[in-house]
């Protein structure tokens, strides 16, 4: 059963914006960290950008000002804005809550994956 669903991955031109977005689809007792890491076959994965519970965000050096990632606590949700897509942001992109039990453990949460091409 997915907690973490994932939508807005496709394809666009390398110059061009994509925006995903990841609810949880059960409550969590309480969110920590929300964020994305990406995968491309044969490599490592990788952090994109995450922001913590009081909103501060950080990002991987590639993405350089391009990217923007925000939360709605409310609506359990995240979302990455990608603007100026390269070749090289093409992979698989994951979302990952960082969340706290009421029994103080400390768990991750991975969504499926949504494909990423920027591709002309």
């Known amino acids: 059963q997915e907690q973490l669903v994932e939508s807005g991955g496709g394809v666009a031109q390398p110059g061009g914006s994509l925006r995903l977005s990841c609810t949880a689809s059960e409550s969590f007792f309480r969110i920590l960290t929300m964020g994305w890491s990406r995968q491309v076959p044969g490599k490592e994965r990788e952090m994109v950008a995450q922001i913590s519970d009081s909103g501060r965000q950080s990002y991987g050096d590639f993405v350089k000002g391009r990217f923007t990632i925000s939360r709605d606590n409310a609506k359990n949700t995240v979302s990455l804005q990608m603007n100026n897509l390269k070749p090289e942001d093409t992979a698989v992109y994951y979302c990952?809550?960082?969340?706290?039990?009421?029994?103080?453990?400390?768990?991750?949460?991975w969504g499926q994956g949504t494909q990423v091409t920027a591709s002309s």
């Open positions: 990952i809550f960082k969340t706290l039990s009421r029994e103080n453990e400390i768990r991750t949460h």
